[in-house]
């Protein structure tokens, strides 16, 4: 059974930082590209950070660089997104999702096959 765990959201004052974790298992984490989406009400998905396992390609958006850091572990089947110098805009639920995007269609969500069951994170003004 694949399973993709998120957690590490919380509430957090702006210029805070959290630290989100997913752990993934049920397949070859090492064959996926890995990233974090996030929604807020009325959006659909958005990618915010994603990280190919097979080349070490990363993704951020532009609203979150120089601020959020992906990384991905092997030995762990697990990813991380450091998340620092919060921001109001920031807040939404973040999800971490797993497929195989061509490099191209990295934050496509379509692209992704499996998915968390998201983490909320509020950043307070």
């Known amino acids: 059974e694949v399973q993709l765990q998120a957690s590490g959201g919380g509430l957090v004052q702006a210029g805070g930082s959290l630290r989100l974790s997913c752990v993934a298992s049920?397949?070859?984490?090492?064959?996926?590209?890995v990233g974090w989406f996030r929604q807020i009400p009325g959006k659909s998905h958005e990618g915010i950070s994603c990280?190919?396992?097979?080349?070490?390609?990363?993704y951020y958006a532009d609203s979150v660089k120089g601020r959020f850091t992906i990384s991905s572990d092997g030995a762990k089947n697990s990813l991380y997104l450091q998340m620092n110098s919060l921001k109001p805009d920031d807040t939404g639920v973040y999800f971490c999702?797993?497929?195989?995007?061509?490099?191209?269609?990295?934050?496509?969500?379509?692209?992704?096959?499996?998915w968390g069951q998201g983490t909320l994170v509020t950043v307070s003004s």
């Open positions: 990280i190919s396992n097979r080349d070490g390609f990363t």
């Open positions: 999702g797993a497929g195989r995007p061509i490099t191209s269609s990295i934050t496509t969500p379509s692209a992704y096959y499996y």
């Open positions: 049920g397949f070859t984490f090492d064959d996926y590209a």
